[in-house]
């Protein structure tokens, strides 16, 4: 796997390959990769000739006094999952490289009402610092494919609808969540959790299974699955942010009239904030 941190760098590597004739699909992470990350990856081999990952901590989506700066950094590690899963190319460049000084007021890429909402509304700025270095990142590698989780599938909405509203030439292609035993979503931010926080973590994902179990059985009062699950997450030791049964495309709150419905949750256990959803077609 080649290493590249500078952008032009990356762009004489990719030269090469379009010559070639080969396609690139790409893989943007801030690393620290589980298995989760790893999949993705699989998840691009199968569209395309050449997988591009990039390792990014990108400043522009932390806010004051979230994990900046204890955001977990083990490139090492990473570089050597990405090589055994095939990665052809690692981008890893460093701030400066992509926010330049002389860009301090430059350009952002703001999606508005999806990022002002759920998680948008808990972490005002995120989604702005998302579309944007996602934005430039495609402007940078310019893949036919990129591969996204869809764990964070507000994220993913984000991100579809910034390719779609700038007219850019890619796919965006969601891959499904990967979980552990338990059923707890993968995410870098489980290593905040302790051994006893962990076993404890599962219950997001019960709340949400359990929620699209009564939906299924015909309960469409979804106010009042709310309720129950955010008191469920709390007895299970959560704070819970939000517990929300939506509408895939837009997630607006749903209706009884809705049947593409996600279940989008976050809650707050430990030194974690952790997010997870369901997303299904109701019965
Ligand atoms: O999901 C992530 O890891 C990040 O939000 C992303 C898409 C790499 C942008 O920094």
């Known amino acids: 796997m080649q290493v590249i941190n500078q952008i032009d760098a990356l762009r004489q590597a990719l030269w090469q390959h379009r010559l070639n004739g080969a396609s690139i699909a790409f893989v943007p992470t801030m690393g620290n990769l589980h298995e989760g990350h790893l999949q993705l990856i699989d998840r691009a081999h199968e569209a395309a000739d050449i997988v591009v990952a990039s390792i990014f901590v990108n400043p522009l989506q932390f806010g004051p006094g979230e994990d900046f700066n204890g955001y977990p950094r083990t490139f090492e590690n990473d570089q050597a999952k990405l090589t055994e899963r095939g990665c052809h190319i690692l981008f890893a460049p460093t701030v400066d490289e992509m926010y330049p000084e002389t860009q301090i007021s430059a350009t952002v890429v703001k999606v508005p009402h999806l990022s002002s909402i759920h998680c948008g509304a808990s972490r005002p700025g995120h989604f702005t610092g998302v579309a944007t270095v996602v934005a430039k990142l495609f402007g ?64 997001l994902y019960r ?15 979804f106010n009042e699955l709310e309720v129950a699950a955010k008191a469920d997450l709390e007895t299970a030791g959560f704070t819970p942010d939000y517990f929300t049964v939506c509408r895939q495309q837009d997630l607006l709150p749903a209706s009884a009239e809705d049947k593409e419905l ?15 959803n369901l997303h299904f077609q109701r019965l």
């Open 207 to 221: 709340c949400l299974a359990n929620t699209r179990t009564s939906i299924d059985a015909g309960n469409l009062n």
């Open 140 to 203: 940078i590698v310019q893949p036919d494919y990129a591969v996204f989780g869809l764990k964070d599938f507000q994220q993913f909405l984000v991100i579809k609808q910034l390719t779609e509203d700038l007219c850019l030439p890619l796919e965006i292609i969601g891959a499904p969540i990967a979980r552990a035993e338990s059923g707890l979503a993968l995410s870098s931010r489980n290593g905040y959790l302790s051994v006893e926080e962990l076993e404890q973590a599962a219950a």
């Open 262 to 276: 996600v279940i989008i949750a976050a809650a707050y256990l430990g030194q974690a904030r952790l997010i997870d």
